[in-house]
T-cell receptor, first 114, second 115 residues
Framework: DAGVTQSPTHLIKTRGQQVTLRCSPISGHKSVSWYQQVLGQGPQFIFQYYEKEERGRGNFPDRFSARQFPNYSSELNVNALLLGDSALYLC?????????????FGNGTRLTVT | DAKTTQPTSMDCAEGRAANLPCNHSTISGNEYVYWYRQIHSQGPQYIIHGLKNNETNEMASLIITEDRKSSTLILPHATLRDTAVYYCIVRVANAGGTSYGKLTFGQGTILTVHP
């Protein structure tokens, strides 16, 4: 079975631009979460979506937004890019919306802002 | 949030068991302990999780103390491919149910398996 897939794998953008990152969850998983991992640090939670609704949000500015589609895939959008947005963006899916349901991560999109 | 404390780094010989400790003295009764690992440039990989009882799967065993204040991840026969950063995470429940997707990653333990 395919794991969580993310696209693109690498992306280079200029300050002020906008970017859209895509995620396909594991088949049958209805929940998707997004994380940002800056070099040298652990991943930080951005959003969780379940059944197309936002269920949780981390401490990120309004420039970050996301949505989930009827097929449970998801997009993360970042507007007005800053140099500090350069990071590995990770998507994770889970079967249930439960603390007993593990999150399974994709290999991320490496975003570089110049 | 319940916080975890892990050693910064550990070494292990190939073929030997790797025992990675984690302290989580402020854990609450309904909070799960999760272990993930991350190999350079890849996403975190789920290993195992537990609440009270010891758990075992094809990758590892998780031993949780009776008071739940600490746990140990055991990789029974470490290989070179097990070299990674290992994260011990307490999955915190909140009253509003808005933290289901949130895992709080610390600095983790860098495990180096050598020949």
């Amino acid at each position: 079975d395919a794991g969580v897939t993310q696209s693109p794998t690498h992306l280079i953008k200029t300050r002020g631009q906008q970017v859209t990152l895509r995620c396909s969850p594991i088949s049958g998983h209805k929940s998707v979460s997004w994380y940002q991992q800056v070099l040298g640090q652990g991943p930080q939670f951005i959003f969780q979506y379940y059944e197309k609704e936002e269920r949780g949000r981390g401490n990120f500015p309004d420039r970050f937004s996301a949505r989930q589609f009827p097929n449970y895939s998801s997009e993360l959008n970042v507007n007005a890019l800053l140099l500090g947005d350069s990071a590995l963006y990770l998507c994770a899916s889970s079967l249930y919306i439960s603390y007993n349901s593990p999150l399974h991560f994709g290999n991320g999109t490496r975003l570089t802002v110049t | 949030d319940a916080k975890t404390t892990q050693p910064t780094s550990m070494d292990c010989a190939e073929g030997r068991a790797a025992n990675l400790p984690c302290n989580h003295s402020t854990i609450s009764g309904n909070e799960y302990v999760y272990w993930y690992r991350q190999i350079h440039s890849q996403g975190p990989q789920y290993i195992i999780h537990g609440l009270k009882n010891n758990e075992t799967n094809e990758m590892a065993s998780l031993i949780i103390t009776e008071d739940r204040k600490s746990s140990t991840l055991i990789l029974p026969h470490a290989t070179l491919r097990d070299t990674a950063v290992y994260y011990c995470i307490v999955r915190v429940a909140n009253a509003g149910g808005t933290s289901y997707g949130k895992l709080t990653f610390g600095q983790g333990t860098i495990l180096t398996v050598h020949p």
